[in-house]
């Protein structure tokens, strides 16, 4: 099994992220669940979601406290979350920043990359919204699920220009740490 | 077909393939993408001959539900919470006018202090109310309970319950098979109602009962709900026949046959204990699982059944009734006297505390009666010395 942390703030679409997640893991016939830290969204308070991905059934419902990969979608949530708590060594984190602008971690186990997602974001959307946008580099990074199953995924949540913006957005995300 | 969607979608649908004439709405977290989800459905017409009432309170829902129901209409409503308490009146009228509505009721915690997330106080609060009270796992299970439900209701003419766990599994996107608008128009015919309001043949519902007669209502109400035990049963085998799915029942076994001890729970809390009970069982232990799905009618028979041969019965649980413990703890007790050694209670998650696998496995090493999962004993403190510290002045 597969676990994702997803942190970031109300309004970001930390929620709609990991339901993409699950979305497309599902088009590739995956077991997903998605969910988010239980009603804690407010525009602008830290928020948490997470999402599951297995070949088998899940039946386990506790939050995901030892992920294998966590999406960071705004950097100043990280110390007062946590946010690289507990993620399994040979893990990852994928960080919405230009560049390494965040407090050293002292962790040589897992793989830390960087993506400039909210640039990318005002550039190509519009909006600094992230979340489709680092989906992009998440399959790009973890190679846990393909970047047409990310596109597809978009679609169900994003309609019109908005989608095509999006997928646009993390095709370009994708092909940064591809 | 397999969709990957929120629960409280996965319930929308389900309950539209129901085909309700009538669905009121007033909204409560966490149950509002319930309501909002079937307002779409009938806007995009994918439910159709079906009235979407907007009321301005909880007591307006039910009211409207009563009302509908009783003019001859397959109804529904959805609720969680205090939105449940405010139409507690309204519920018990539900089941002594013998009306067979469907309500979801997504359960949360009840205030004050406030709080917004997932626990079974709500459920427990009419849990005397003669509703039928179904309690799924998994949102496969939500879906295919309120299919169940409109024909548990129907056949028995009486109002049905489904209980799902707010959040965890109403805001849970995961893998759902709906079925085709045919296999359930199969499943449940068109509603007949065997009585309705009508103003061509006038008559009266819900007139006072005297002494010489409210006794007798009462036991026939008792009666019923005992009967529904065979009635519940035989829709989940009809439904497992027609959608070669296990869901619903009375209740549901899990590695019982060898298990010394056997963990006793209602919800969506029964994924988690039973990957515990895997890891456990792995190691060496014998552990079992039983899930109780009806919850009312509670099936004390069947429950004596699967328990048995049990050394130790723990009861899970997510609800505490103040000043005495466990719920279903103590509905337990009873059944299992003289035929269980030893039974211990486990109240976890209130309020939407998190039930983890390492908690559970913590839990259950200890040799204690009583035990609140996660409890922290230093706020505990803290908040005693307080109130000391404020008493003395």
Request: proline share 4%; net charge negative; glycine share 8%.
């Amino acid at each position: 099994m597969f676990q994702v942390r997803i942190h970031g703030r109300g309004g970001q679409g930390v929620v709609t992220a990991a339901e993409m997640l699950s979305i497309a893991a599902f088009l590739e016939g995956k077991h997903a669940q998605a969910f988010p830290s239980f009603g804690s969204e407010r525009m602008g308070a830290p928020v948490v979601s997470f999402c599951r991905i297995s070949n088998r059934e899940i039946r386990l419902r506790e939050p995901v406290q030892e992920p294998n990969a966590v999406i960071i979608q705004d950097r100043t949530v990280i110390g007062p979350a946590r946010a690289f708590q507990g993620i399994v060594s040979g893990g990852y984190a994928l960080i919405n920043s230009p560049e390494a602008e965040y407090e050293d971690q002292g962790r040589d186990d897992i793989t830390m990359k960087c993506v400039g997602a909210t640039e990318i974001a005002l550039e190509h959307i519009g909006k600094p919204l992230p979340n489709a946008i680092l989906l992009g580099s998440f399959a790009a990074l973890t190679k846990i699920i393909q970047l047409d199953s990310v596109l597809e995924a978009i679609k169900t949540k994003f309609s019109g220009a908005i989608a095509e913006k999006n997928s646009v957005a993390a095709k370009i995300a994708y092909d940064r740490l591809a | 077909m397999l969709h990957q969607l929120e629960g409280s979608q996965a319930i929308a649908k389900a309950v539209a393939l129901c085909r309700p004439g009538m669905v009121c709405a007033y909204p409560i977290t966490p149950q509002t993408h319930i309501v909002e989800h079937l307002g779409e459905l009938i806007h995009a017409e994918e439910l159709w001959n079906c009235d979407y009432v907007n009321v301005e309170s909880e007591m307006a829902a039910i009211s409207v539900t009563i009302g509908s129901q009783a003019a001859g209409v397959r109804s529904y409503t959805a609720t969680s919470s205090q939105g449940l308490l405010y139409m507690q009146e309204g519920v018990y009228n539900a089941s002594g006018l013998e009306l067979p509505m469907v309500m979801t009721l997504g359960n949360r915690a009840i205030g004050s202090p406030i709080n917004i997330w997932n626990d079974h106080s709500d459920a427990m609060s009419v849990r005397d109310a003669g509703w039928i009270m179904l309690f799924p796992e998994t949102n496969q299970e939500a879906a295919d309970l309120h299919i169940q439900a409109f024909k548990i209701a129907e056949t028995l003419q009486c109002p049905v319950m489904v209980c799902v766990d707010g959040f965890v599994l109403t805001h849970a996107y995961e893998r759902v098979d709906i079925p085709s608008p045919e296999m359930v128009d199969d499943f449940l015919p068109h509603y007949e109602p065997r009585f309705c309001l009508d103003a061509a043949n006038p008559l009266a519902i819900g007139t006072m009962v005297p002494p010489e007669y409210f006794m007798e209502v009462r036991y026939l109400a008792h009666k019923k709900q005992l009967g529904a035990l065979k009635i519940i049963e035989q829709v989940g085998k009809d439904f497992y026949k027609k959608f070669d799915r296990h869901s619903g029942g009375l209740i549901r076994t899990y590695k019982t046959e060898e298990a010394k001890t056997i963990i006793v729970a209602m919800g969506s809390v029964l994924g988690t204990i039973k990957d515990t009970v895997d890891e456990l069982n792995a190691q060496g232990e014998k552990y079992g699982v039983v899930s109780v799905v009806s919850y009312r009618p509670f099936p004390a028979e069947a429950l004596r059944a699967a328990l048995a041969h049990a050394q130790h019965v723990v009861v899970v649980e997510k609800a505490l009734a103040v000043g005495t413990g466990g719920i279903l703890f103590q509905e337990l007790e009873l059944p299992l006297k003289n035929i269980v050694r030893k039974i211990s209670s486990i109240i976890a998650g209130l309020g939407g505390r998190a039930i983890t696998k390492s908690m559970l496995k913590y839990a259950l090493k200890q040799d204690e009666r009583e035990i609140f999962l996660g409890l922290d004993q230093n706020v505990v403190a803290e908040k005693i010395q307080l109130v000391k510290s404020c008493c003395c002045k």
